[in-house]
């Protein structure tokens, strides 16, 4: 295929060509009034992080952390350089409010926050514009991913009620470094960072990486090639410019995952090394993504500011994959005893030759905010008003989804079947959707200690679907205002609670094939959130921020009912998570950093008029969960530092009904990090090991298309790298 190429990189020739366009200083901003424009930013080796991209130019209107209504978690390039994740579900362990949700091994991944899936169309963000977020998201040239958890509706729209997850790009510095790695498989790793200001006004950086990897699935070795540039550019004293953009290549076999057997019991004797499914003709999965933003930033004076924003982010899947899904042709499911959609009783599974090339998603954004403060009498008040436009559209070609042979988890080698002689069908507009939105917000200030926000985002969804052919098939338009408003009482300057109230809107899912009304998308969904919290500085190095919080939402569930397939699809009921976090990040002592996370959260089912669906945890959300990452330097050796790490999850439920639940589980990680000099230059070796224990576990119960699956947790995995500043 040939690669895609972002038409936001060739403005890249434009910028170098104005580079010397001016050489002025920005004056410095107002802390309380202006947003923080990060233009001469540089790294930080830091796990407490002050404010995010969240703040600025959002919902919350201008402000740190710190006075933030709302939880947000920010993973700080140090974590992520020191945890040496590859995966979004290796990125978000450090946070027990985050879980698996359908993250296959070789596969674009999704987590649930809160105990809600994230939307991939909708939940995940490049420098605050949406992306599409079904790829393999490279971390090598981001500097943080920051996480706001709980509804997102002011901030973002339609967008499910469980939060975002919002990638931040590097910002040019003066960097030299590159990166090798491996791992206990042979995997290999080379990573660049390359970055400068060429004058005062302009600066680049650059960030590549390719990765061979050697997977603990046996037939799944992958490989991966990624590239981005960002570049900022300070017009004047009062504008500046930042660009963005990235292109990611990749390809690797996907992991099929478990299924009950039977539709109720957990297998027993299930591999964590072992492909279900695997045929040698099954091509890997191809991802190819590009995302790019622009942000345009003009300060009018010392208390107004305006942004215009575009984002672009183009992703096409190969998919392609020997899929082990069901008992519909086995044997051993002959009599219909079994739900043909879950595995046999026997560790009987059916075999499917899956394809479906050039499955293109692409994200359009167009976003204009202009805040600014004012007062009213002895009243100060803090304005963010703005507009968005955002179009998402799918194209997909008819796929090939074949039965091809039935084999069993149990096989020590899957006996080998023919493919499907079928090809895939033209490309066709299978989806067309844009959110138009209007949003306005003020912070106003009643004395020192004292704030009350209120705001609102008017929401326009005009949504089109096509079948196959072409041919429309369903149609949804839907305009909605979504209030937030929230009150802060900071008594000292160190602490901030609040107390807020929000709503938001998503899409309603589409119905299971196996059910009465198979593939009818069910209305969008409006959700409700009360939150209170409290943030602590415990000192300038170290932040306590704990919140308790109950979300609402209609339960969207296959029902057992009277029709010949025995459920149907709906919308009844609600579905309530009403939960209690804790997170402290930064540094204790001079020698310890520490972020540690704890979640608890009971999830139900209420008024379904499915009695047997209520009363107990809902699927996939552990009632307990938490993390801890520490980071020890040694007083006695320096430039040494022991990591470690602790992750537990409760019992996780796997069923409707509760009947069946996948095992409580510790995790425990390990690390060491040794900085040195190499002839005058920094030298840092990092040493991770995932795992330690090599402890088996059901890291994921999650669903897919109304599909469950259960992933296993990878087995001992450690990590080693060498970061040479040259």
């Given amino acids: 295929m040939t690669p895609y190429r972002t038409p936001l990189a060739l403005a890249l020739l434009s910028l170098a060509a104005s580079a010397h366009a001016t ?69 978000v362990r450090g946070d027990a409010a985050i879980n698996d949700n359908y993250a296959p091994v070789g596969y674009y991944q999704d987590v649930a926050v809160r105990g809600f899936p994230l939307d991939l169309a909708t939940g995940f963000r490049f420098n605050g514009m949406i992306m599409s977020a079904e790829q393999l998201l490279a971390l090598e040239g981001k500097e943080r991913v920051e996480v706001l958890k709980g509804l997102g509706g002011l901030e973002a729209g339609v967008v499910e009620p469980g939060g975002l997850v919002n990638y931040v790009s590097k910002r040019p510095a003066e960097v030299r470094e590159l990166t090798v790695g491996t791992d206990s498989h042979g995997s290999s790793y080379e990573a660049l960072d390359l970055g400068t200001w060429f004058s005062k006004s302009f600066g680049l950086r650059v960030n590549a990486a390719n990765e061979k990897t050697h997977s603990s699935v046996e037939h799944t070795n992958g490989r991966r090639s990624f590239v981005s540039i960002a570049a900022d550019w300070k017009i004047t004293d009062k504008a500046t410019l930042l660009l963005d953009t990235d292109y990611q290549t990749s390809g690797q076999r996907s992991v099929s995952g478990y299924q009950l057997l039977g539709g109720t019991t957990i297998p027993s004797h299930a591999s964590r090394t072992r492909l279900l499914g ?14 790019s933003s622009l942000r345009f930033n003009y300060r009018f004076s010392d208390n107004w500011n305006a942004q215009l924003s575009a984002g672009h982010s183009h992703t096409v ?38 394809r479906s090339p050039d499955d293109t998603r692409q994200n359009d954004e167009v976003r204009a905010v202009l805040t600014g403060s004012f007062a009213t009498g002895s009243v100060d008040h803090e304005l963010n008003v703005g507009a968005t436009a955002f179009r998402r559209t799918v194209d997909q070609r008819a796929d090939v989804y074949d039965y091809v042979g039935t084999a069993n988890i149990n096989d020590r080698v899957v006996p080998v079947f023919d493919p499907s002689p079928n090809e895939p069908g033209p490309s066709v507009r299978r989806l067309t959707s844009w959110q138009r939105t209007l949003f306005a917000i003020d912070r106003i200030h009643l004395g020192d200690t004292w704030q009350v926000l209120a705001g609102t985002r008017f929401v326009r969804l005009d949504e089109r679907a096509y079948d196959s052919s072409g041919a429309l098939e369903r149609k949804t338009r839907d305009s909605m205002s979504l209030p937030q408003a929230a009150v802060l009482w900071q008594p000292v300057s160190a602490l901030t609670t609040y107390v807020s109230y929000g709503e938001g809107l998503s899409l309603g899912r589409e119905a299971p ?44 569930f296959a029902r057992p009912s009277d029709t010949p397939e025995a459920f149907t699809f709906v919308q009844q009921g609600e579905e309530v998570h009403t939960g209690l976090e804790v997170n402290l990040a930064g540094r204790v002592t001079d020698n ?11 999830a139900r089912a209420e008024n379904t008029g499915a009695p047997t669906y209520e009363d107990h945890q809902v699927v996939n959300v552990p009632r307990w969960r938490t993390a801890v990452y520490a980071d020890y330097s040694l007083p006695f050796a320096p430039g040494w530092a022991v990591l470690g790490g602790w992750r537990y999850a409760s019992t996780n439920v796997a069923t409707p009904d509760g009947a069946t639940r996948v095992p409580a589980y510790h995790v425990f990680d390990a690390g060491l990090r040794f900085a040195t000099s190499l002839r005058g230059h920094a030298m840092t070796w990092r040493l991770s090991v995932d795992n330690v224990f090599n402890h088996f576990y059901w890291r994921d119960t999650g669903s897919s298309g109304g599909d469950s699956y259960l992933f296993p947790g990878m087995p001992r995995l450690a990590r080693l790298s060498m970061t040479y500043a040259f």
Avoid at 51 to 67: K, N, V
Avoid at 278 to 291: D, F, K, L, T
Avoid at 327 to 350: I, L, Q, R, V
Wanted: net charge negative; charged share 20%.
């Fill in 592 to 602: 310890l950093r520490l972020t540690a996370s704890a979640n608890f959260i009971r």
């Fill in 513 to 556: 094939y196996w059910t009465s009304n198979g593939g009818t998308t069910l209305p969008p969904l409006h959700s409700r959130q009360v939150e209170a919290g409290v943030k602590y500085a415990v000192s300038d190095r170290l932040d306590l921020q704990a919140a308790v919080y109950r979300i609402r939402q209609p339960y969207q």
């Fill in 317 to 354: 899947i190969d998919d392609n994959v020997a899929f082990a899904y069901g008992c519909f042709y086995a044997a051993s499911c002959a009599s219909g005893a079994t739900p043909g959609y879950f595995f046999s009783p026997n560790g009987d599974y059916d075999v499917y030759d899956y």
């Fill in 23 to 91: 050489d002025d200083d920005t004056k410095p901003q107002q802390a309380r009034t202006l947003p923080a424009v990060d233009v001469h930013a540089t790294t930080s080796n830091s796990y407490r992080a002050a404010d995010s991209q969240l703040d600025t130019f959002g919902s919350f209107g201008s402000a740190p952390l710190h006075d933030t209504p709302a939880a947000i978690t920010v993973i700080t390039r140090a974590q992520i350089d020191d945890r040496q994740p590859r995966t979004l579900s290796e990125l």
């Fill in 278 to 291: 695997y045929q040698p003709w099954a091509r890997p999965v191809g991802i190819h993504s590009s995302n």
